[in-house]
């Protein structure tokens, strides 16, 4: 199995955690509605299982989603672009992560927020725009010699829609659950694709550089 393909399936179990959180919280949060309510407010002050749903169902996801970068990094073309659209990229989970530490006010729509509140919208707002630059920069494919089409396609139709998803996450739209729903698997799903793109690439260049020498 390539170091990538583990990435891959890293980056899938990440996924898969985190509906299983959201599932699992959802069904022991009594009127909760998926389609209206925040993801975060199943992990909100005062939520039925709120510190397992942040602790051990959101910081999960996010190690998971780390364990796959890391390995991304090591297969990168550490040009100065990818660089910092790799930063951006691993910016998402890790302001996910202090959101989780730092859980929204009961329901997550409160009239006078605490600081914890304002932490918490910040930095989950803040991931959501850091994952979108990142996948605009990293879909450019910098120092590639045979860029994909497929994922630089990806990234200009994707920016737009996640783009819109993002400034319409306001408490009073009756459907910022789906749209959060939506945004978060547009960018896993985008991730996966860059993946199995940078492996691909990298298997490539691995195999062209031998027949550079024989030449």
Avoid at 114 to 139: N, P, Q
Wanted: glycine residues 10%; contains cysteine.
């Amino acid at each position: 199995m390539r170091r990538l393909d583990v990435a891959v399936i890293l980056t899938g179990a990440s996924y898969s955690w985190l509906v299983i959180t959201v599932i699992w919280g959802g069904l022991y949060y009594p009127g909760y509605t998926h389609g209206t309510q925040f993801m975060s407010e199943l992990g909100a002050t005062g939520a039925p299982h709120g510190n397992w749903v942040n602790y051990f169902g959101f910081i999960g996801t996010e190690l998971l989603l780390f364990g796959a970068l890391g390995i991304a990094f090591t297969r990168l073309s550490k040009t100065s672009v990818n660089l910092i659209g790799f930063a951006f990229l691993v910016a998402y989970p890790l302001l996910l992560s202090v959101a989780a530490f730092s859980p929204c006010d009961f329901e997550c729509r409160p009239t006078d927020p605490t600081f914890t509140h304002l932490i918490h919208i910040t930095t989950g707002l803040g991931a959501y725009m850091c994952a979108i630059i990142g996948l605009a920069i990293l879909s450019r494919q910098s120092g590639n010699k045979a860029p994909s089409k497929g994922i630089k396609t990806a990234g200009l139709f994707l920016v737009p829609i996640l783009l819109f998803l993002l400034f319409n996450l306001t408490p009073d739209n009756s459907l910022a659950g789906a749209f959060q729903r939506i945004a978060e698997t547009l960018i896993y799903i985008w991730m996966i694709f860059w993946l199995t793109t940078l492996s691909n690439n990298f298997m490539n260049e691995t195999m062209a550089a031998p027949a550079r020498m024989d030449d």
